[in-house]
Antibody
Framework: QVQLVESGGGVVQPGRSLRLSCVGSGFTFSYSGMHWVRQAPGRGLEWVAVITHTRGNTYYADSVKGRFTVSRDSSKNTLFLQMNSLRPEDTAVYYC??????????????WGQGTLVTVSS | DIQMTQSPSTLSASVGDRVTITCRASQSVRSWLAWYQQKPGKAPKLLIYKTSSLESGVPLRFSGSGSGTEFTLTISSLQPDDFATYYCQQYNNYPWTFGQGTKVEIK
């Protein structure tokens, strides 16, 4: 059974940094593309970043490009999101999500429970 | 970026009703369109991928159709567990983009 558990959220002042973690189990972590998706309070879903399952390429939403970095430690089945220069508009629940195992194009078939990041002075 | 527009934003329906939600893309996403269900305080759940493929364990009352820029999610007979918010999502290109959501409420 696939399980994704995020951690690292909390309250942080604008301009500061935070690192989120997501530990995966029940699947071959190193073979899976992994995403971060966020949801501001009362709002819809916004894709944030991906690290691909093939070459480990990374892609980012324009809203976080240059400030956030996604990485993975496959030896520990852990996905990271390093968030720098945080802004109030980054306040959201951050979900990690695993890509499907098969398909020419793959969407996310499993999500963690999310971790809340609040950026406020 | 590809813009995804859902309609309606809110839908009031009764148990047993047939419900249809529409999703339009600002440019073709071919068949790379997914639908998610989200309940308050919970993570999204994948219902349908590649426009019409039902995710394992999802009831057969859910179906999807469309191609290119126009897509629909249909619930053939609404059940009490189906009252939730539904999102379409394109994964043809990065950045992935989601519709704004359709909240299905009890009439």
């Amino acid at each position: 059974q696939v399980q994704l558990v995020e951690s690292g959220g909390g309250v942080v002042q604008p301009g500061r940094s935070l690192r989120l973690s997501c530990v995966g189990s029940g699947f071959t972590f190193s073979y899976s593309g992994m995403h971060w998706v966020r949801q501001a309070p009362g709002r819809g879903l916004e894709w944030v970043a991906v690290i691909t399952h093939t070459r480990g390429n990374t892609y980012y939403a324009d809203s976080v490009k240059g400030r956030f970095t996604v990485s993975r430690d496959s030896s520990k089945n852990t996905l990271f999101l390093q968030m720098n220069s945080l802004r109030p508009e980054d306040t959201a629940v951050y979900y990690c999500a695993k890509e499907q195992d098969y398909g020419d194009y793959r969407t996310s078939d499993s999500w963690g429970q999310g971790t809340l990041v609040t950026v406020s002075s | 970026d590809i813009q995804m527009t859902q309609s309606p934003s809110t839908l009031s329906a009764s148990v047993g009703d047939r419900v249809t939600i529409t999703c339009r893309a600002s440019q073709s996403v071919r068949s790379w369109l997914a639908w998610y269900q989200q309940k308050p305080g919970k993570a999204p759940k994948l219902l349908i991928y590649k426009t019409s493929s039902l995710e394992s364990g999802v009831p057969l009352r859910f179906s999807g159709s469309g191609s290119g820029t126009e897509f629909t999610l249909t619930i053939s007979s609404l059940q009490p567990d189906d009252f939730a918010t539904y999102y379409c999502q394109q994964y043809n290109n990065y950045p992935w983009t989601f519709g704004q959501g359709t909240k299905v409420e009890i009439k």
